[in-house]
């Protein structure tokens, strides 16, 4: 595969995470607005978002993982980031749909998943300017027009 294939993938990944946020974050809102009542729209949003975003870091991961290491110096820097940035929101979303989550009043969690939803969106912004911008994950080996600057 590519990098540029790699790229489209993610990216696209990215674009279709986007729409599903936005789907829980609406919910989200809506609780918010209401300053509670019932969340179990929420929750099944919630675990779709999971499901799509656990599809989507093991892609990434994969397609990404071996070509970080060694693309550059600060690779193996990128990669940690990108792995404890993962675990993070593995754990998050984990604890939301944990027993210990459906305690929590639907304003609490939805709070929560704002949060989250804000903190998804930050990774895949700077995932998208820092890993997958082409003058990172290139497929040609000289970069040309390039400077120490």
Do not use: F, K, N
């Not at 994969?62 to 110096?73: F, N, Q, W």
């Not at 304003?107 to 820092?130: Q, Y």
């Amino acid at each position: 595969m590519t990098h540029e294939e790699r790229r489209q993938t993610l990216h696209s990944q990215h674009q279709q995470l986007r729409t599903v946020i936005a789907g829980v974050r609406e919910a989200a809102l809506d609780i918010v607005g209401r300053e509670g009542g019932d969340s179990t729209g929420l929750r099944m949003r919630i675990s779709v978002l999971r499901d799509d975003l656990e599809r989507h870091l093991a892609t990434e991961e994969a397609l990404l993982g071996p070509v970080l290491e060694r693309i550059d110096a600060w690779g193996p820097v990128r990669l940690d980031l990108l792995r404890a940035e993962h675990a993070h929101q593995r754990a998050v979303l984990s604890l939301l749909r944990s027993d210990r989550a459906a305690a929590l009043p639907s304003l609490g969690l939805a709070r929560r998943v704002l949060a989250l939803l804000d903190d998804i969106c930050a990774d895949m912004d700077a995932e998208d300017r820092d890993l997958l911008d082409p003058r990172v994950l290139r497929d040609d080996l000289i970069q040309l027009d390039a400077s120490d600057a």
